[in-house]
Structure formats: structure tokens, C-alpha cells
């Protein structure tokens, strides 16, 4: 059964990622080889770690095909804030290749918040008729509602969205409108240009147009305080953002490489969902309950068996999903190795639950952490964030898990499943189990002999040419050490050092 477990774990461990590098993330609209000229990496649903992992191989191909333009085709209500900057800073690698973001009209026919962030990072922007873009301020999942982000984290998106619209020749206005409440946006026309700037913009424009004899016209107020800024693609055209409106992807490709462009496109693969799945929050939470619960049904049943398995399993699992993200290394292995053989040995040969205990459930809990971010050690306020939210999913995890281990030591042996795993049997007389009458065993007590094993707490010893088994108080002796009798009780004999 124990080799069976360990192959299984093995296989666990290796069989996710064989299958993200024998499936590739991609259906090839046309043909895939160095002739491509155009590569569509399909940003749908969520953005989350698997989505990043996916742009990631996405972009690979598409520097493997050489491809001239690598279209990420948006249709995103949002996600996480940290995967949403990571893509980001994959698109901007792209280069010699022009990265263009398309909103198309899929399922939602929209780019919102991280959607936002992603389509700006990109060197052109087009969209379909209907579409919208915007409304990128993060927020937080509470207990009844969304909430917004601590101005820490609104700075700092505001900060790297502003750069990421100055640095494609965005209008800086429109993408701060899009992240922060407090952001009034307007309507100028210079000698009849079309502009769209902030308050604090618009002070600087009309002193220099005034030194230079130009006439300024403030129009309508496009995004008022206290509201973010969300456009159609007719408005994002109208303001210069938006490189043109076009009704469908292929009629893009056209538009940028031509009536005979080979295209390939790529989207994620039922790998990438499945790892999507198992990354989640909530999955994440269940998989160390889990993971934990079975862990200590199997240290303190006899044999390797089911609970054991399932435990293997469900850290394979955490380790194998996360490892396809590439976050886990050597050191979350290790550490994790190590605080489950350190909780095995406070279990199991330690009395009482000390040193070893605590460290090997702080090195679990320590692994599971850098399990399930990109980071070390936080250098900005954001992974700050990050690297608490993290510890609050992994703490609910441990918490639950030996909540539950707790309660199960308790009702065991009430729990008709469970109940094979403990001794339920009595060693009767009537079943020929004997034991010392008092006046017997009490000789015993003073008596000195040598401790023949390791008393940890239990072991043997030699008195008077004769090896019993003996108990300790619970202190270690060991062996070769001089003990004497202090107590006994039947056939429980307790020994101390001497």
C-alpha cells in the first residue's frame, strides 16, 4: 500500500505538467510554422494565475511563429490585481512583434477592470461596435459586498496604469478616470482639437494655450467625481484611444496583415481550467483541510493506508497546480518535507506538543504560502496585500484542518466509519489476558536496573536479569542509562533516570 501511495503521489506530481507541455494552448486558424504572421492570444474570462501562465506560453509561440502582430483578443469582466500585472509586463515583451488588444464581441463584449489595465499595456487598441472599457479601480470581496481597495493599492494601480497610457501614447486622464473615484475628466478642444484631460491638466493646457494665442473650449465633463470612467468604442475612437471600431477579429487581421495573413490563435486549454480550478481560493482552503485531517489520521493509525493517500494527494495536488504557475521550487518542497516530518516526530515520539510541533506546522504553513504567490519577500504596499491575504487563506486552512483533527480524536471511536482505525478491544481475564496482582507488582518499586532501549517514552530495561517493558514519566532515557522504579501499577511499570 505505501508503494502504491508514493507512485500515485509521483504521478500526481508529474502527470499536470506532462500535460501543459503535450497540449499546447492553442487551435490554429490557418497555419502554425515560421510563415505565421499573426498570433491571437484569447484573454477570456477571468484573469487569474492560470491566465497569466497560459499569455505566457501564448507569447512563446508566438516569438517561436515570429509572428509580426500578437492580437490579445479581451472579453473579461476582471480578476486579480497581481496576475492583471503580471500579463501586463508579458505583453510588453512582446517586442520586435506590435502587440494590439481587441475587444470583441464574444460572450460579455467587455474589458473591465484588470481588462482595462491589460488592453492599455498594449501598443494599439481596437474594439467592436458595442463593446465597452473601463471601470479598472480594484476592489475587495467582503461579507456583503464589494468594497474598494486602501488607497495604497488604488495608487499604485493608478501609478502603473498612467505609465502603461503614457508609454502607448494614451491620453493619461482617461486611464487614471478609469482607477480612481476622485478623478474629474472633461472635454477641451484647443483651436478645435478634441481633448480629454483632468482638472489639474486642464490648468496647465489653458496657460499654455493663452501664451501661445490659442483659444481653449472646456465641453461636457466626460467622467464627474465620485464615479469611474467606463467608455464604448465609439467614445474611446472619439477621444484617440481606440485605433479604430471593427466588427470582427478577422476582419483585424485583414486590417493589419492583409486578405492572406496566416493567423493562429490560442486559447487555453482544459489543462489550463483544470488548473484554473485548483488554484482558486476556496479549492485552496479545502485541498489543506484536507490535506492536514488525513495527515494526522494516518500518523496516528497503524500501517500506511487511505488516509495517508489522500494527504499525498492533496499536496501533490497543491504543489503540481501551483508548480504549472511557476511558483514553487526546491524551497517550498523542502520546507513542506520537512514540517511534515517534523509534526510526524512530535506526534509520535515526543509527549505533549512542543518545539517540534510548532515549528513543523509554521514550516507547512510557511510553504503553502509561498506556494500560492510569485514572491519572497514584499517590496511594494500591494504585495503587502497580497502576502496577507495569502496568509489569512492558508491560516484558514491549518486552523480548520486541526480543528477537525481535534474533533476527531475525540469522536473516533462514536464514528461507525472511523471506528476501525482505533482499539476498541479490552485484554479481559476471560479472554486469557492476565495481569499482576498489587502485592507483586509493588515489589517493584525501588527496584534499579538499566535501560536495555530508548525510553521515548516507552522502551524496555533489565532488572535483576530480566527485560520488562517500562514507561517513563516523560523525560527521554537513553539506553545504557541507570533507572529505578518509581511507580507501578499492574503490568505498567514507570521508571526514572536515576
Not at 221 to 242: F, I, N, P, Q, R
Not at 375 to 392: C, E, G, H, S, Y
Not at 455 to 483: C, H, M, W, Y
Request: hydrophobic fraction near 50%; charge should be negative; charged fraction near 20%.
Amino acid at each position: 500500500m505505501m508503494k502504491a501511495s508514493i507512485i500515485l503521489f509521483c504521478l500526481c506530481v508529474g502527470l499536470l505538467p506532462a500535460i501543459a507541455a503535450d497540449a499546447p494552448p492553442s487551435s490554429a486558424d490557418g497555419v502554425q510554422g515560421e510563415s505565421a504572421r499573426i498570433c491571437v492570444v484569447l484573454i477570456h474570462g477571468p484573469i487569474d494565475r492560470a491566465m497569466q501562465a497560459f499569455v505566457r506560453r501564448g507569447i512563446e509561440v508566438a516569438k517561436k511563429n515570429k509572428a509580426g502582430y500578437v492580437i490579445f483578443d479581451i472579453d473579461t469582466f476582471g480578476g486579480g490585481i497581481e496576475p492583471a500585472m503580471g500579463i501586463t509586463g508579458l505583453i510588453g515583451s512582446v517586442e520586435p512583434a506590435v502587440s494590439v488588444a481587441y475587444v470583441g464581441t464574444t460572450e460579455r463584449g467587455v474589458s473591465w477592470s484588470a481588462g482595462a489595465i491589460i488592453a492599455f499595456s498594449c501598443a494599439r487598441i481596437y474594439m467592436a461596435p458595442g463593446t465597452s472599457i473601463g471601470a479598472a479601480a480594484p476592489v475587495y470581496q467582503s461579507n456583503s459586498a464589494m468594497e474598494m481597495a486602501p488607497e495604497k493599492v488604488v495608487s499604485a494601480v493608478r501609478t502603473q496604469f498612467a505609465a502603461l497610457a503614457k508609454k502607448n501614447g494614451y491620453p493619461e486622464g482617461i486611464a487614471l478616470a478609469m482607477v480612481d473615484m476622485d478623478v474629474e475628466l472633461l472635454e477641451v478642444r484647443v483651436d478645435g482639437k478634441l481633448m480629454v484631460v483632468t482638472e489639474d491638466e486642464l490648468v496647465d493646457i489653458d496657460r499654455e494655450a493663452r501664451k501661445a494665442g490659442h483659444e481653449v473650449e472646456v465641453g461636457k465633463t466626460v467622467s464627474a467625481k465620485g464615479k469611474l470612467l467606463t467608455l464604448t468604442a465609439d467614445e474611446m475612437e472619439k477621444y484617440g484611444v481606440s485605433s479604430g471600431t471593427i466588427p470582427s477579429r478577422d476582419e483585424l487581421c485583414k486590417t493589419l496583415g492583409g486578405e492572406n495573413v496566416e493567423v493562429v490563435v490560442l486559447e487555453m486549454s482544459h489543462a489550463d481550467h483544470i488548473v484554473s480550478l485548483l488554484t482558486n481560493t476556496s479549492v485552496i482552503v479545502l485541498l489543506i483541510m484536507i490535506a492536514l485531517v488525513t495527515l494526522y489520521l494516518e500518523i496516528t493509525t497503524p500501517g500506511f493506508g487511505v488516509p495517508g493517500t489522500v494527504s499525498l494527494i492533496c499536496f501533490a495536488i497543491l504543489l503540481t497546480s501551483n508548480f504549472m504557475l511557476g511558483r514553487v521550487g526546491s524551497v517550498e518542497l523542502l520546507m513542506l518535507v520537512l514540517g511534515v516530518a517534523l509534526l510526524i516526530v512530535e506526534i509520535l515520539l515526543i509527549p505533549g506538543f512542543g518545539a517540534a510541533g510548532i515549528t513543523g506546522v509554521l514550516l507547512i504553513a510557511a510553504s503553502l504560502v509561498l506556494t500560492i504567490q510569485d514572491f519572497t519577500v514584499p517590496r511594494f504596499p500591494l504585495q503587502w496585500d497580497m502576502l496577507l491575504a495569502n496568509l489569512i487563506i492558508v491560516g484558514v486552512g491549518v486552523l480548520l484542518g486541526f480543528g477537525i483533527a481535534a474533533l476527531l480524536a475525540m469522536w473516533l471511536p462514536d464514528i461507525p466509519v472511523l471506528k476501525r482505525l482505533t482499539l476498541t478491544s479490552s485484554e479481559v481475564a476471560s479472554e486469557g489476558f492476565t495481569v499482576q496482582p498489587p502485592e507483586v507488582s509493588s515489589k517493584m518499586i525501588g527496584k534499579r536496573g538499566v535501560s536495555t532501549t530508548k525510553l521515548r517514552p516507552s522502551g524496555k530495561a533489565r532488572f535483576d536479569g530480566n527485560v520488562i517493558v517500562v514507561d517513563t514519566d516523560g523525560e527521554f532515557v537513553d539506553a545504557g542509562q541507570a533507572v529505578e522504579v518509581i511507580e507501578a501499577s499492574g503490568n505498567r511499570i514507570v521508571v526514572r533516570k536515576c
